[in-house]
DNA sequence: GTGTTAACTTAACGCTGTTAAGTATTTGTT
DNA sequence: AACAAATACTTAACAGCGTTAAGTTAACAC
């Protein structure tokens, strides 16, 4: 009686071994083009023996992207620690572009594939749905970004503004899955491209006053200078200027 | 022997029921859901007899893509009646973005599906392929804002800068066809967010004195203070102040 | 009339995801 | 210890896929 617990872990062994298998297929190769067969002999199975631990081959897909969500927010979940809320907005950008490339497939499942059956089932709905989570923490950034008073006056709607900046990073990320490969036109270097893009979005965004602007290390450093910014700016570099800003107000 | 000419015209014409077929079929189940079988069956024929006519299936998709790229193309043909650099760029997304929602199952083969082999073999490569028109054509407006010395100085790559703003109204116009029905999100307008990424993107771009703002009627009003910006103004309102540029140069 | 070519069809190959049926091995019950 | 049941597989096979080789039929050239 005592030996199931020996069973039930030997089988979520051979199960994890088969995700493992799946995934560096699915990574190298792309779920098309990977066969049941391939993922077998990876593991030295037949390849029935995987419909053992998954009803089919989409499941595996499913369950790798369930691991990859969770892991997204988790990546997102980090950046909370991030005080500054446009330094915020620019790491995350640049954080979900990274995922969507380094896991092309999966993001093309979640982003890139219109949905016979709409994104979300009926489970995933209960709990805290990780894509509603995904955006609302870029929303609640935004908004944030606003109380904070960088953005201009004419952006008022953080619901509008993220889906604004949502598309843009996703723009350039599913280009690059789809047409990275592309000879006839002369790719730039994906991350200059999104780092030119997020700074570009966030000087459009921002007032004058609070201009962003990124240096070398990569560290968005914020520059206030209205009266309203000055707690904004001392969040990494405690500045000693801060306190000498002459207060102008715009308009 | 004269009677060659209905044989080809018979050819093509089925060559022709072929593509229909397959369009139809592409744009309703996606290109990997339908079968050569289903082609060949929609057009009375077997299977093999596409083989006739094309290579092979992805061949099917590609000359598919080459009508839909030139349709793009001539969309922005068009658009080469607008003088003002900035002002055509402008129209220039809201275009691509009209026209991706117009034709979205279009929009999907192009832009949206991964190719197996890269998008263009040896044939398209000589007589100017579409893809790369309507692309030079957007690199072209770019090129011509540097010119005209709309641009910051920070930015002096047309490449850069084109592929950016490529990226962005893709982004917003795929997550649309992907994404507009999902329940989780309440989008704003897409026009309105279009609008929105357009306004900041340039104003992210442009020098201070060469602020652009959309005006009530959609019209891209371009501000331009500087002396240099003199002549850029005067595209649409011919104001009296043209002439008084002082033809500075800038550097 | 004969031979050639064009435009197909028939039959088949090797591949795919998936399943039904069989086979040991381990487990729980008597 | 004996026996049934469940577990964790394997073997064999099915239907369907893209594609090809070989055969067929009709229209053409000479």
């Given amino acids: 009686m005592g030996s199931n617990e020996r069973r039930e872990r030997e089988k979520q062994q051979v199960r994890q071994r088969i995700l493992e298998a799946a995934r560096e297929l699915f990574v190298k190769q792309g779920y098309e083009a990977v066969t049941m067969r391939q993922i077998a002999q990876k593991i030295e199975y037949t390849p029935t023996a995987i419909y053992?631990?998954?009803?089919?081959?989409?499941e595996l897909l499913k369950e790798l992207c369930g691991q990859d969500y969770r892991k997204l927010a988790g990546v997102f979940q980090d950046l909370g620690?991030?005080?500054?809320?446009?330094?915020?907005?620019?790491?995350?950008?640049?954080?979900?572009?990274d995922f969507g490339?380094?896991?092309?497939?999966?993001?093309?499942?979640?982003?890139?594939?219109?949905?016979?059956?709409?994104?979300?089932?009926e489970e995933l709905v209960q709990k805290g749905n990780p894509v509603e989570d995904a955006y609302e923490f870029l929303r609640t950034t935004v908004s944030e970004c606003l109380i904070w008073g960088y953005m201009r006056p004419e952006y008022k709607d953080p619901e509008l503004i993220s889906q604004m900046l949502w598309a843009a990073i996703h723009g350039l990320t599913s280009l690059h899955i789809v047409l990275s490969g592309d000879k006839w036109i002369q790719w730039r270097p994906v991350r200059k491209?999104?780092?030119?893009?997020?700074?570009?979005?966030?000087?459009?965004?921002?007032?004058?006053?609070?201009?962003?602007?990124i240096?070398?290390?990569g560290v968005l450093e914020v520059?206030?200078?209205?009266?309203?910014?000055?707690?904004?700016?001392?969040?990494k570099k405690r500045s000693g200027t801060a306190a000498k800003s002459t207060g102008k107000k715009r308009k």
Avoid: C, W
């Fill in 223 to 235: 520059v206030a200078k209205s009266p309203l910014m000055m707690k904004a700016a001392t969040t």
């Fill in 81 to 97: 620690s991030v005080r500054d809320p446009l330094q915020r907005l620019y790491q995350l950008g640049l954080a979900y572009m």
């Fill in 52 to 58: 053992f631990h998954f009803k089919d081959k989409e």
């Fill in 215 to 217: 240096d070398k290390s």
């Fill in 193 to 213: 491209i999104a780092e030119a893009m997020l700074d570009t979005q966030i000087r459009g965004l921002t007032t004058r006053d609070a201009g962003a602007k």
């Fill in 101 to 121: 490339l380094q896991f092309p497939n999966h993001y093309r499942l979640m982003f890139m594939t219109p949905r016979p059956h709409p994104l979300h089932d």
